[in-house]
């Protein structure tokens, strides 16, 4: 595969790859490349010009980019909401899939809850003074914030159950977050 040293960029068009080749380059790009992957993955994921299945597939590459990039506690967070956004996305758009965990509602519920570190009564005390909170405090706020983004789409299409009411209690929390 030809890669263009001065920019470390795969030479051509990416976006005129095929799922396949591109799902070979990202096993061995570098962290700025499987961005670019990510990036035109998800869009040929959201276009509408392709079937069904080979948007999931096109959605599948873009997740699978997106798992490495980024350390530190807002790069994590940042690289999860996108996850937590591109699986919403497939879920309503594409259409749930109860077999494979991405496209699971209740899969992604319950990876929603763990992503959290705190309890919605604690971030809705720590937010009713958050001008008083060290800047890491309030960075923290801001990642739940971010993390619960999709909760009200999300919501809908869950069962009853106690994960849905700890996704409720999140939602009204959400709204009091900086």
């Not at 992957?37 to 980019?65: F, I, P």
Request: charged share 30%; glycine share 4%; aromatic share 6%.
């Amino acid at each position: 595969m030809n890669i263009d040293a001065d920019q470390e960029q795969p030479s051509g068009d990416l976006s005129t790859w095929t799922v396949e080749r591109l799902d070979v380059f990202a096993e061995y790009a570098q962290e700025q490349q499987l961005e670019a992957v990510r990036v035109v993955a998800q869009g040929h994921a959201h276009c509408s010009d392709e079937d069904r299945e080979t948007r999931y597939q096109w959605a599948k590459l873009s997740l699978r980019a997106n798992k490495p990039l980024h350390d530190g506690p807002w790069g994590r967070a940042g690289v999860t909401q996108q996850s937590f956004m591109l699986r919403m996305w497939v879920i309503e758009e594409l259409g749930a899939d109860e077999k494979d965990r991405d496209w699971n509602p209740e899969a992604l519920a319950a990876d929603t809850l763990a992503a959290l570190a705190l309890p919605p009564a604690e971030a809705r005390a720590l937010a009713a003074h958050w001008r008083d909170l060290t800047v890491e405090q309030i960075g923290e706020l801001r990642r739940h914030r971010n993390l619960t983004a999709h909760l009200d789409r999300l919501i809908r299409h869950l069962r009853l159950s106690p994960v849905q009411e700890r996704l409720l209690s999140w939602r009204e929390t959400r709204r009091h977050l900086p």
